[in-house]
């Protein structure tokens, strides 16, 4: 007979966790936000580091190509709302 789980597994867990995450953000001083964002911009500034040339520009790369999705969606909702705002003529 398999072993039963025990506590919150899955996705209960992981959205508990997101909540706590939120919860603690909103208590947090200036100060530990501070320290927070220090820290995870050292951490991806060490990670950057470390990243051959090429990894550097696929990273680059898949930017640029998310910068132009967005700007294609962008572009294609400002078509296609004045139709939504004054109906078919």
Known sequence: MPKRKRG??????RR???IRK???RVSETD????????TMAQRS?????EE???QNNSRLSV???RGQKRKAEETEEKNILPI???GPT
């Open 45 to 49: 500034e060490d990670r950057r580091a």
């Open 84 to 86: 939504v705002r004054h």
């Open 16 to 18: 508990q966790k997101g």
């Open 31 to 38: 100060e530990e936000r501070n320290r927070r964002l220090s």
């Open 22 to 24: 939120r919860e603690m």
């Open 52 to 54: 051959t040339e090429e």
């Open 63 to 65: 930017m640029a190509q």
């Open 8 to 13: 919150v597994t899955g996705y209960a867990a």
